[in-house]
């Protein structure tokens, strides 16, 4: 797998992921399951990709993380967004926008 | 941000490491609960759940590599490990450990010695733009001094020097007397602003000033901080004190700063208005002309510009200044560039051992890893990265040159103590030895490069595993090819590496050897010399006398210096006793002059030849052991009559037929009524600079007070020494005896330097030899241990345990064989850079090289000999089994 593809897929990983929690706080499965139901399962996020992005995105600055109860009443980590990540998903979104038209009038032309 | 992750991860490790399992745990446990949820057995919903994650261990695993301080973290993690690994196995670690500190150690001693004494600047201010300007006078005076109307000359016309200063090119001695016991010092003569050029300040009192340049200005002495000590216990109301020097009064104005090591450090220094000659004369080339160059000249400006100010003074002078050389250089630390050439073959010979050190150590490595390439498969195979491997093996590569470099510290301090002993005296080594924040940084540099080249053969080694057939492989492998050939690389390139260094040592103790040989000139053995100068008549004093006046002083003081000889002479054990101004195997010069011979074309525009001019008693020769060779040695009544003896070398250059008895020679032609003296008796040729130098033309007179008192005795001279004194300060109380040493200790000083040399680089190829014997050694009884095997199944089929020996010492012999041949090469290429250190040998001396390329092929098959022996005793059947 190239280079610029997977950096490529992390980017695209980070903005799906700001986005959902941009909605309100979930914990590690809630925010695979909710890309996997938004993206209409056209991402599946496994744990391997997730967690590794999650703490990046919290060493970063752009999640905070606590400890709460999960549906079934079990302890689980909750992320919610931080000012610094809105920011964050703002110029993502708008680096997104311009790639896909410039993409999409590639293709069109 | 970073920062705080990272000290975060790192200091709660334990509590983050946690709080992850719970997460991805938790993670596992809800989706288990989902797959329940649709009806997925309760036992079989959590494995699944484990399975669709691709492993809980493998999540957290990528989790903390994406953590801040990840890389901290492991690189702990490899330091432990490599500790541990190298504690599991503490002979080898040992071993590694005293032969990096070994090499290390020699390096980083070597090291301390060139940065203090070649890297480090000149403590002065601005030390770059200091410049110095000297004479030359070709072919026999390389680099002399200015005469000092020259220099105010030049002084007055130079534009690329800000300003130029002068200092007296040879010290000179005064009898120091009053205070105490009477003590030879010495002195030498500056200009008012050669203090401040240099930005050299006194701790107490002051320096000259420019009134003082003039002749006949205040009698005054600026004191060295060394003499200030010694002689006043650096007592503060020195400033002010009157010393006696020859029988005048000085008033001592200042001392100088500590660190002050001004060129040859005279114990006193005198303003140039005290210089008791003529300061506008160009005849005698007696000053040593700094100056620092103006902000932005370069020193090739400079050096145009005085080329072109010594061609107009020779125009200007041509009697005087005609045929002599300006030099203009960086200033430099005189001993400094004596030690130059010694020290870069030390260090070239320290970094041959350290390469060596470095071979020994990635063998041993190598062989460790070999027996450790199941664990390193096995843990490929587990998902360690490779990367990751190699870099564990290169901590614990850099772990052990760490340690062995810290105690080669500890190695070193030692030994700069032990070169410091060892360095000629007149060196003043160890007080030039301060090890500094550079010479650590340099040993720290060196462990981190050691660390990787031992290393990186056998981390990359690793990489070439294959993981199954190493998993497959038994217990121990028969060495793959490649492995093998590796080994013998090494072992090859050991001994090419360690030949360089013997061959250096031997061309430097053969020259060593040749030139003790040589024969100085007279007989060494059973002669004493001591220094009894005698206070010198003020030259404003002889300048008043008249030739007859000094005719009857020079006759007063031979009489007095023959009543000496009368009495030492009657000591028990003295055979005999005689005088001379200047000993031979000198190290500057000292007396010397230009020459005319009668009746032949005076080179008024050509180079005229100069005599060394030596003053003796008449009995000197037969004591010496000077052999005279024609006509007469020299008598009480030669002084009056100008006669002279010349030395041999002078005789067949001059008077090539033979007939140089009874012609005439004089060495005041510049004056307008020529001094002839006559030759009545050839003697041998003297080496007045050295057992290496060419023989100097010697011209002998009788006249005098001669300073140096030498002693003929019978047995050891060392045993006359008190006796002698005690007779000569009965004589007179205020004559200082000093440098008292046989004759044969002269001659050992003089060798000093190349003895320091040879000997430092014999015991440098010493240690590269042993380090090569034991890595060849180390290498032979590995290879001999994998081939077990193979020698079992051998002597199995019948092969004679001496056919078994014969197989390995044949291996060892042809990679000896093969080293000796790549670093005969490598020698003879790099011997040409010693060549000006040798004497009486050539650089690619066939004797030398055939003797070290057999001594080193003994030793590597001796190596080879003692694990041959252990292969000789193999058993067939316990070789076979022992799979």
């Known amino acids: 797998m190239g280079r610029s593809q997977t950096e490529l897929l992390q980017g695209t990983l980070d903005m799906l992921i700001l986005k959902v929690l941009a909605i309100g706080e979930m914990h590690g499965l809630g925010i695979s399951r909710r890309i996997a139901q938004v993206t209409r399962g056209t991402f599946e996020v496994k744990p391997g990709s997730l967690f590794p992005a999650l703490h990046r995105m919290e060493e970063e600055g752009w999640l905070r993380s606590s400890w709460g109860e999960s549906e079934s009443n079990r302890r689980a980590r909750y992320y919610q967004l931080t000012r610094k990540g809105r920011r964050q998903l703002q110029s993502e979104a708008k680096r997104w926008e311009r790639i896909s038209l410039a993409i999409e009038r590639a293709l069109g032309a | ?883």
């Open chain 2, 1 to 883: 941000m970073w920062m705080k992750n990272a000290v975060r991860n790192l200091w709660r490790r334990r509590r983050v490491d946690a709080e992850l399992d719970e997460e991805v745990c938790g993670y596992a446990e809800m989706l288990a609960e989902e797959k329940i949820r649709g009806g997925t057995n309760a036992r079989e919903a959590l494995r699944e759940a484990k399975m669709e994650m691709g492993g809980i261990e493998q999540v957290k695993e990528r989790t903390r590599e994406i953590r801040a301080g990840h890389f901290l973290e492991t690189l702990w993690q490899d330091i432990r490990y490599g500790a541990r690994t190298l504690r599991k196995s503490p002979g080898f670690t040992a071993v590694a450990i005293l032969t990096l500190a070994l090499g290390i150690g020699a390096n980083t001693a070597i090291f301390s010695v060139i940065e203090s004494v070649l890297l480090r600047p000149l403590p002065y201010d601005h030390p770059q733009s200091l410049i110095e300007i000297w004479n030359s006078y070709l072919p026999q005076v390389p680099l002399g001094g200015l005469s000092p109307g020259d220099f105010r000359d030049w002084q007055g016309e130079t534009t690329t020097v800000s300003e130029m200063a002068a200092y007296a090119w040879i010290e000179q001695g005064a009898n120091l007397t009053g205070d105490g016991d009477p003590q030879r010092v010495d002195l030498n003569w500056a200009t008012s602003n050669f203090f401040p050029i240099l930005g050299v300040k006194p701790v107490i009192g002051h320096l000259f000033v420019p009134d003082e340049d003039r002749p006949g200005s205040a009698p005054i002495v600026v004191l060295s901080h060394r003499f200030w000590q010694s002689r006043f216990a650096g007592a503060p109301n020195v400033v002010g004190h009157v010393v006696t020097l020859d029988g005048l009064r000085y008033t001592v104005v200042g001392v100088l700063g500590e660190g002050t090591h001004l060129l040859d450090s005279p114990d006193m220094w005198m303003p140039m208005g005290q210089f008791e000659d003529n300061l506008t004369e160009h005849v005698h080339h007696e000053f040593v002309g700094i100056a620092r160059l103006k902000v932005g000249v370069k020193i090739a400006q400079a050096r145009a510009e005085f080329e072109a100010l010594n061609r107009r003074s020779a125009i200007a002078y041509p009697k005087e200044h005609k045929n002599f050389g300006v030099i203009v250089r960086p200033m430099q630390d005189a001993s400094a560039a004596q030690l130059r050439g010694t020290l870069l073959v030390l260090f070239a010979a320290v970094g041959l051992v350290l390469l060596i050190a470095c071979a020994n150590i990635a063998n041993l490595l190598l062989t460790r890893n070999a027996s450790r390439e199941r664990e390193i498969a096995l843990r490929t195979a587990l998902g360690a990265h490779r990367g990751r491997l190699i870099r564990q093996l290169l901590t614990e590569s850099i772990l052990l040159a760490l340690l062995g470099g810290a105690l080669g510290i500890v190695f070193a301090a030692v030994g700069v103590q032990v070169l410091g002993a060892l360095a000629p005296r007149n060196m003043e080594l160890a007080q030039k030895i301060h090890p500094d924040g550079t010479v650590f940084l340099f040993t720290v540099v060196v462990c981190f490069a050691v660390g990787v080249i031992c290393g990186l053969l056998p981390a990359l080694q690793v990489r070439k595993t294959n993981v199954g057939v190493a998993l497959k492989q038994g217990t121990r492998g028969s060495g793959s090819f490649a492995s093998r050939k590796l080994h013998s690389a090494l072992v090859v390139s050991e001994i090419a590496l360690a030949l360089v260094p013997l061959v250096g040592a031997g061309l430097l103790l053969r020259s060593l050897h040749d030139l003790l040989e040589e024969n100085p000139g007279f007989r060494a053995e059973h002669l004493l010399s001591m220094d009894i100068p005698q206070a010198a008549v003020p030259q404003a004093e002889l300048i008043k006398m008249t030739p007859a006046q000094q005719q009857q002083l020079a006759q007063k003081q031979s009489l007095e210096f023959e009543q000496i000889i009368e009495q030492v002479q009657g000591l028990p054990g003295v055979k005999s006793a005689a005088g001379i101004d200047v000993l031979p195997l000198g190290t500057q010069l000292q007396a010397a002059s230009r020459f005319v011979i009668e009746g032949r074309p005076i080179p008024d525009a050509g180079v005229r030849p100069i005599a060394e001019t030596r003053t003796v008693t008449p009995g000197y020769f037969s004591t010496a052991g000077v052999p005279l060779l024609r006509g007469r040695s020299l008598e009480a009544e030669d002084a009056g009559k100008h006669n002279i003896d010349i030395d041999q070398a002078m005789a067949s250059r001059f008077w090539p037929q033979g007939n140089a008895i009874g012609s005439r020679v004089s060495f005041c032609s510049l004056d307008l009524t020529p001094c002839w003296f006559s030759i009545v008796g050839i003697v041998g040729n003297v080496h007045e600079y050295g057992l290496d130098a060419a023989p100097t033309y010697d011209v002998y007179f009788t006249w005098g007070w001669t300073p140096e008192l030498l002693i003929r005795t019978a047995s050891d001279p060392h045993r006359t020494e008190i006796a002698a004194a005690n007779v000569i300060h009965k004589i007179d109380p205020a004559l200082p005896v000093t440098s008292v040493m046989t004759m044969d200790e002269l001659v050992a000083d003089s060798v000093a330097p190349r003895r320091f040399s040879a000997v430092l680089t014999g015991v440098f190829a010493a240690l590269a030899l042993l380090l090569a014997a034991v890595g060849i050694y180390g290498v032979m009884s590995y290879i001999v241990g994998r081939r077990t095997n193979e020698i079992g199944i051998r002597m199995a089929l019948g092969a004679q345990p001496r056919d078994v020996l014969w197989l390995v010492v044949v291996h060892g012999a042809k990679l000896a064989l093969i080293g000796v041949v790549i670093g005969a090469c490598g020698s003879l290429a790099l011997a040409r850079f010693i060549s000006s250190m040798l004497f009486g040998v050539h650089a690619s001396d066939p004797l030398t090289f055939a003797v070290v390329a057999l001594l080193l092929s003994a030793v590597a098959i001796a190596a080879c000999y003692i694990p041959a022996r252990r292969a000789m005793k193999v058993d067939p059947m316990v070789a076979l089994r022992y799979e």
